[in-house]
Structure formats: C-alpha cells, structure tokens
C-alpha cells in the first residue's frame, strides 16, 4: 500500500504550541465568573422545579388504570447498564401481551433516556424525580408498583416528547 502524506492547513504558531493565549483565555473566563453574583438554592426549603426536557427517574405512563407498555422489550434492550428487566405474558384484552414483571434497578440506571426513545408506545419516560435514596440495594429495585405514575401526572413530559419526535 501506498502511504499518504497528510498536510494541515495551517501550522500553529509559536504560541499555540505552549497554549499561552488558550490559558489566558480560560483564566478571563474564571475571573469573569468570580464577580457575578452568586446563586444559592437553600435545597430543603427552596425546591428546584426541573423543566419538561429534564431526565429524572424512569417511570411508567399508567392509562386508564392499566400500564401502557406491551412488554416488547426494547427498553431492556437498549439500555447500556443493563439495568431493565422485563418478562411478557399473553392477555385477552385489545393488547396481545403485557409486562407480568418490569423492575428497573435504580443503582444501575444512568439516566440516559434512551429507553424512552426507544419505546413505541410511550410507555416508559424520564419524570422529573430527581431524589433517590436508598437503604440497601433491594430498596433500589423499583417494580411495577413504584414505577407506575398516572398519565395526567406526565402530561408535561409527554407533550415535550411528542413536540420534539
């Protein structure tokens, strides 16, 4: 095979070889940010109310008392940590199967958001939770029964989903 040369461009200076003027330029940027005004939050008292494309806990849409989801899997397939498990079975009713168990284990979760993006049915999505503590590492397996949430209570995350697909 014959070897390509590659060429640049443009060669960096002298002093863009030693990051002199990059340096500068981060340290006017912290020195700009030391004489703004400061903002504190007093978390217990003063809660932070997150917007509509935040990430919070994944949790399941329940519609007319039933969940959503038709236990297709994509979700658990998805998800780089791992942490969703999912086993269908067959009902009678108009959907062919439903989840018999949905656990998500919420140490393993990273937040990423794409089973959301995955689902078809709407079924799973990011809710705007963001307080998670835990006593053991049971406590942080979430079933059907922590993460089903009312649609009416994610209409906000719902309609930013539908807005931006």
């Known amino acids: 095979m014959a070897q390509t040369k590659i060429t640049r461009t443009s060669d960096l200076t002298f002093w863009q ?25 007093q978390y217990p008292e ?3 109310n997150p917007p509509a494309s935040f990430r919070g ?6 519609e007319n008392g039933k969940e959503r989801c038709v236990a297709c899997g994509l979700c658990s397939r998805v998800c780089p940590a791992l942490a969703i ?14 989840p018999v ?3 998500i284990n919420m140490l393993r979760c990273i937040f990423c958001g794409l089973c959301e993006e995955a689902c078809p049915e709407e079924a799973i999505v990011m809710s705007k939770e963001y307080e ?5 590492q049971e406590e942080a397996i979430f079933g059907k029964d922590k993460l089903l949430i009312s649609k009416e209570n994610l209409k906000e995350r719902l309609e930013f989903l539908r807005q931006y697909r």
Do not use: D, H
Not at 57 to 62: A, Q, S, T
Not at 85 to 98: C, D, G, I, M, P
């Open 101 to 103: 168990k949905f656990e």
């Open 46 to 48: 003063e809660r932070w």
């Open 132 to 136: 998670l503590t835990f006593n053991n």
């Open 85 to 98: 498990e999912v086993q269908a079975s067959e009902t009678e009713l108009n959907k062919e199967r439903y």
């Open 17 to 41: 070889k030693l990051y002199i003027p990059e340096i500068i330029k981060g340290m006017k940027i912290t020195i700009r940010q030391m004489f703004l005004p400061k903002f504190t939050r």
């Open 57 to 62: 806990r994944p949790v399941l849409v329940e």
